[in-house]
Nanobody, 114 residues
Framework: QVQLVESGGGLVQPGGSLRLSCAASGSIFSINAMGWYRQAPGKQRELVAAITSGGSTNYADSVKGRFTISRDNAKNTVYLQMNNLKPEDTAVYYC????????WGQGTQVTVSS
């Protein structure tokens, strides 16, 4: 069973950047699509970015042009580069397959505030 560990979150000012990492304990090579999800307080978890094994990407409208997802199958790692962060990006960020097939990790907190 693959386990996921997210890292890279923190407190950042509006307009700042963060790079999140998701390390999988097992191979993600066979997983067609991996995604980054987020859950803000009082809101449902939502998919914000996804990437296929071939490198095709898809983004939620709210992050398009600001976030970039990438994956390194050799390192079993998925990344999320987040630029021009806004207060509404504040949430706990998780990675998982798309659709979800793996137990959720602990996530990493991203707080955007001045």
């Amino acid at each position: 069973q693959v386990q996921l560990v997210e890292s890279g979150g923190g407190l950042v000012q509006p307009g700042g950047s963060l790079r999140l990492s998701c390390a999988a304990s097992g191979s993600i090579f066979s997983i067609n699509a991996m995604g980054w999800y987020r859950q803000a307080p009082g809101k449902q978890r939502e998919l914000v970015a996804a990437i296929t094994s071939g490198g095709s990407t898809n983004y939620a409208d709210s992050v398009k042009g600001r976030f970039t997802i990438s994956r390194d199958n050799a390192k079993n790692t998925v990344y999320l580069q987040m630029n021009n962060l806004k207060p509404e990006d504040t949430a706990v960020y998780y990675c998982n397959a798309d659709p979800v097939t793996i137990n959720w990790g602990q996530g990493t907190q991203v707080t955007v505030s001045s």
